[in-house]
């Protein structure tokens, strides 16, 4: 390394606190780029001007170079010049796994656990329009960190970019735009919820099934393969239309505008029927996918909402001998239209990983975000345990207001007093579910918490904290979303 930098650069730093990421020296046109660390902030190094990096003219003797800071316009110059650190469609592979990151500090980590499974293959770009808004930030951002991380680390293997439950084709331009290569197609607002609570007598009032419809499924009974059968009398048939049919209209204008036209399909599609208050039935996913496909919509993955509850940060609640019957046909039925399963909510689900990749032989997309948070606020217990009593303090205050977003079950009453707690007894509070989903849902208010004069409360301590124990995180998550993956290749 010595003799890429050159003595010239170490001299230039003598006064500084500096180090430079070895895996980053890259060289590009006969020129050098790496990424170094200077007083706490990371920038990026190109040893010539001529390849377009935007910053601070450097006189390295018989050279000019240019020290860069990691922002949006430096991301896309290093995205044209690096082919690795652009996202690709991976969702055709048999593993992959969507890695939210919703503070752009996780991908590290990640890619260590990558490192180790290569079979299996990451969007390690993946944010919804939710996680957006609540940490303020935009697609370009949440990209452009995963950008310096591919490069910082050398990560070589190919990786997606996921635009999470977009709902409208505004959301789905944006995505689109912003150089995204999977879109998941959240079509929550168009499903008929109601229909759940409606008797078999006011469904048979409400709904005229058309022709075609009538002809195609009533009556009759699909045989998917594996001695499975999917089978259609009146009232399944007018629920599916009813609950679903707005869903699959909406999914079909929005496939055939944005994702291929029909002469070139530009990202990979997933549908998302999951932010639903009732599980999807089997018949009622054969039925969504079997319209997808009549109508030319080709999907890479589906989301069914499972039964039992798949809440956030927390092991899977329910029946797990009734959730791997149910995964039995909805694999099957993903298997026989030729798309993965996609579980949504993954995080922290162990009881059913093996179960899942198991059933799903080796083929299937898994999500997950808020516990790449969880751990780095436990992180923050371990470190700062004044702060981390503080921020746990706040998020009770606003429990319930960060419950209007998400689904929980949280009970409060179980979480023991922080200050009775010794320091060193802190990060036992996220082996507690209740205290697990306290911290999880309020990430956003959290982070935009502001003091009396406006000032923000936590965000720059927090930053400053993760960014000195950035390998603390790094091991953090190789071990935690190691574990995920160790169990959920178990039987594959
Ligand atoms: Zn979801």
Same mark, same amino acid.
């Given at each position: 390394m010595e003799d890429f930098i050159g003595s010239m650069i170490r001299d230039r730093f003598a006064n500084t606190e500096y180090r430079i990421y070895?895996? !980053? #020296?890259h060289k590009v046109k006969g020129k050098k780029v790496f990424l170094f660390e200077e007083n706490g902030t990371d920038y990026l190094m190109a040893t010539s001007p001529e390849l377009g990096f935007k910053g601070q003219m450097m006189d390295a003797g018989h050279e000019v170079w240019v020290k860069a800071p990691l922002d949006h316009e430096n991301a896309v110059i290093l995205r044209s010049l690096f082919p690795f650190t652009v996202p690709s469609? %991976? #969702? !055709? *592979? $048999?593993i992959t796994i969507g890695l939210g990151d919703r503070l752009g500090l996780a991908t590290p980590g990640h890619i260590r656990v990558f490192n180790k499974y290569e079979g299996v293959f990451p969007i390690f770009a993946q944010q919804s329009i939710r996680e957006l808004m609540l940490t303020n930030r935009t697609f370009d951002d949440v990209l452009d960190c995963v950008t310096y991380a591919v490069f910082k680390y050398d990560f070589r293997r190919p990786w997606g970019a996921d635009g999470d439950h977009l709902k409208t084709a505004e959301e789905v331009e944006y995505a689109l735009s912003r150089g995204y290569t999977m879109l998941t197609l959240d079509c929550s607002e168009h499903i008929n919820g109601k229909v759940d609570s409606m008797s078999d007598e006011e469904v048979n009032a409400a709904c005229t099934l058309d022709d075609e419809i009538r002809d195609l499924y009533l009556n009759k009974t699909f045989d998917?393969? =594996? /001695?499975i059968t999917i089978h259609f009398d009146e009232i399944t048939l007018k629920r599916a239309v009813m609950i679903y049919g707005g869903a699959i209209d909406h999914a079909v204008n929005i496939y055939h505008k944005?994702?291929?036209? /029909? $002469?070139? *399909? %530009?990202a990979d599609f997933e549908l998302s029927i999951? =932010?639903?208050?009732?599980p999807t039935v089997p018949a009622h996913h054969f039925f969504v996918a079997n319209e997808l496909f009549r109508r030319k919509v080709k999907c890479s993955t589906i989301a069914p909402r499972f039964c039992g509850e798949f809440q956030k940060g927390i092991d899977y609640i329910g029946d797990i001998d009734q959730f791997c019957e149910e995964m039995k046909v909805h694999s099957q039925i993903a298997r026989y239209f030729d798309y993965k399963i996609s579980i949504h909510? /993954? !995080?922290? *689900? @162990?009881?059913?990983f093996t179960p899942s990749g198991e059933i799903n032989r080796g083929r299937f997309h898994i999500k997950t975000a808020g516990t790449n948070w969880l751990e780095a606020m436990l992180l923050v217990a371990k470190k700062d345990p004044a702060l981390y009593r503080s921020v746990h303090k706040y998020a009770l205050s606003v429990f319930e207001e960060a419950k209007k977003y998400y689904h929980v079950t949280t009970d409060l009453t179980k979480i023991p007093d922080v200050d009775d707690l010794k320091d060193e007894e802190l990060? !036992? #509070? @996220? =082996?507690n579910n209740d205290s697990r989903q306290l911290i999880h849902i309020t990430y956003g208010l959290i982070l935009n918490a502001k003091n009396s004069d406006g000032t923000l409360a936590y965000r720059d301590r927090l930053y400053s904290l993760w960014k000195k124990y950035e390998d603390d995180y790094s091991e953090l998550l190789y071990k935690h979303i190691g574990h995920h993956l160790e169990l959920l290749l178990k039987k594959c």
């Open positions: 070895p895996d !980053s #020296l469609r %991976v #969702l !055709s *592979k $048999n998917i393969g =594996e /001695g944005y994702v291929d036209d /029909g $002469n070139r *399909k %530009v999951d =932010e639903t208050a009732t909510s /993954g !995080s922290d *689900k @162990f009881s059913i990060p !036992s #509070l @996220f =082996e």
